[in-house]
């Protein structure tokens, strides 16, 4: 999976940051890692996104952490042409899409170097990965 480099890595990343606490830091490990992760029930082999101390299936406290491969279906999105943040107005307009993973979990994130007239429901789309500063690296999606 492709590795994207953002424009605004290091100390000029102006957009607001995800926080990483003892529950998402394994999804933020991952991600550094170009990699995919879910949470995955070992009582009952759910698999969800985003993290949780409990399954929402089963309420098991067994979980752990499994890698997806990153690849699935658009179910929605979204073309924002109005920055809430200064950090996205050189972005605008910009996607914000709904994607079904393969294995069944379903992730808000970004639909990012595509047309608006290539853009369908139904159409599969991959995970890339744009590392924005030193620990965080954010999934986002570009249609297969």
Excluded at 8 to 27: E, M, Q, R
Excluded at 76 to 89: L, M, Q
Excluded at 93 to 108: A, H, K, N, R, S
Excluded at 109 to 138: C, H, M, W, Y
Aim: hydrophobic content about 40%.
């Amino acid at each position: 999976m492709a590795d994207l480099e953002s424009k605004f890595f290091g100390d000029l990343y102006n957009k607001p940051l995800p926080v990483i606490d003892p529950l998402t830091k394994p999804f933020w490990d991952n991600a550094r890692q170009n990699q995919l992760a879910v949470q995955s029930c070992n009582a009952c082999g759910h698999l969800h996104i985003p993290p949780t101390p409990v399954c929402p299936s089963c309420l098991s406290k067994d979980l752990i952490w499994k890698q997806v491969r990153g690849r699935g279906t658009l179910l929605s999105w979204v073309v924002f042409h109005r920055a809430y943040w200064p950090g996205f107005d050189a972005d605008v307009p910009y996607q914000v899409c709904l994607v079904q993973l393969e294995e069944g979990p379903i992730i808000v994130s970004n639909l990012v170097s595509t047309a608006d007239r290539d853009v369908a429901v139904g159409k599969p789309v991959r995970v890339i990965f744009d590392r924005v500063t030193e620990q965080v690296t954010l999934p986002k999606f570009i249609l297969a």
